[in-house]
């Protein structure tokens, strides 16, 4: 079977490898029986959707209908999730909202971070993968809907998700549970970050601090340099 694979970031290749192990991989959906899209940066057309013989499926890394849109791994962490997973979806022309195909808990730690749980998610998506669509192709999956009254919605990252303003009154530091949910969510970017004494601070997993132009430090050693800084843990 000729599948046209659709994924941009770094952390889907698992999935292109499997794909291009069990079957033929072809560049464009003209010449597909079936397409397969993770994480890809461009909404498809109708047309373009049902081009290929078996139409598309859509790997997306949250229990749909709960937080559709670009940033489902984020917006977990950010929600503090115990709970995610894995949904595969027959694609339709809104965004997350055909039926589902086959759906797999995913359970989150406190140690969790966009990096680490966006590979996490699809690898595990790659071993099932294969399973998934022959099921889907032979006709003994039957695709049920979404329940869209129970959906929730996430936004497209920019730079000024991370931001915070820490300068009291018109700001202050985040209770520490959101901050560090922040951090992880927003690992490797957009990054966490404010703005104290005209100097942008950046703050990173393990309880790391970096004053602009200078290293990633320990917040105790930040502390120690800057004690007026406003936050005192992290």
Same mark, same amino acid.
């Given at each position: 079977?000729?599948?046209?694979?659709?994924?941009?970031?770094?952390?889907?290749?698992?999935?292109?490898?499997?794909?291009?192990?069990?079957?033929?991989?072809?560049?464009?959906?003209?010449?597909?029986?079936?397409?397969?899209?993770a994480?890809?940066?461009?909404?498809?057309?109708?047309?373009?959707?049902?081009?290929?013989?078996?139409?598309?499926?859509?790997?997306?890394?949250?229990?749909?209908?709960?937080?559709?849109?670009?940033?489902?791994?984020q917006?977990?962490?950010?929600?503090?999730?115990?709970?995610?997973?894995?949904?595969?979806?027959?694609?339709?022309?809104?965004?997350?909202h055909?039926?589902?195909?086959?759906?797999?808990?995913?359970?989150?730690?406190d140690?969790?971070?966009?990096?680490?749980?966006?590979?996490?998610?699809?690898?595990?998506?790659?071993?099932?993968?294969?399973?998934?669509?022959?099921?889907?192709?032979?006709?003994?999956?039957?695709?049920?809907?979404?329940?869209?009254?129970?959906?929730?919605h996430?936004?497209?990252?920019?730079?000024?998700?991370?931001?915070?303003?820490i300068? /009291?009154?018109?700001?202050?530091?985040?209770? /520490?549970?959101?901050?560090?949910?922040?951090?992880?969510?927003?690992?490797p970017?957009p990054g966490?970050?404010?703005?104290?004494?005209?100097?942008?601070?950046?703050?990173?997993?393990?309880?790391?601090?970096?004053?602009?132009?200078?290293?990633?430090?320990?917040?105790?050693?930040?502390?120690?340099?800057?004690?007026?800084?406003?936050?005192?843990?992290?």
């Amino acid at each position: 079977m000729k599948i046209a694979f659709l994924g941009t970031p770094d952390f889907v290749k698992s999935i292109r490898n499997v794909l291009a192990k069990h079957y033929t991989l072809v560049d464009s959906l003209d010449e597909a029986d079936l397409g397969v899209v993770a994480a890809y940066g461009r909404i498809l057309t109708k047309d373009e959707l049902n081009t290929p013989k078996y139409g598309c499926i859509n790997i997306h890394p949250s229990l749909l209908p709960k937080h559709r849109g670009p940033s489902p791994i984020q917006e977990a962490i950010l929600k503090g999730d115990r709970i995610s997973g894995i949904t595969v979806i027959k694609m339709d022309e809104e965004v997350d909202h055909g039926p589902i195909i086959y759906q797999e808990e995913v359970e989150l730690s406190d140690m969790d971070n966009f990096d680490t749980l966006s590979k996490k998610m699809f690898h595990r998506a790659s071993e099932i993968l294969p399973k998934i669509i022959e099921d889907f192709i032979s006709g003994k999956t039957k695709p049920r809907l979404q329940d869209n009254a129970r959906a929730t919605h996430c936004n497209r990252l920019t730079r000024k998700s991370g931001y915070f303003d820490i300068n /009291p009154p018109a700001g202050g530091p985040p209770p /520490p549970e959101i901050l560090d949910r922040m951090i992880r969510a927003y690992h490797p970017w957009p990054g966490v970050w404010t703005k104290w004494n005209g100097k942008i601070v950046k703050f990173y997993p393990g309880g790391r601090i970096q004053m602009e132009g200078k290293k990633v430090i320990s917040l105790q050693d930040f502390l120690n340099g800057y004690p007026d800084f406003p936050l005192k843990k992290l």
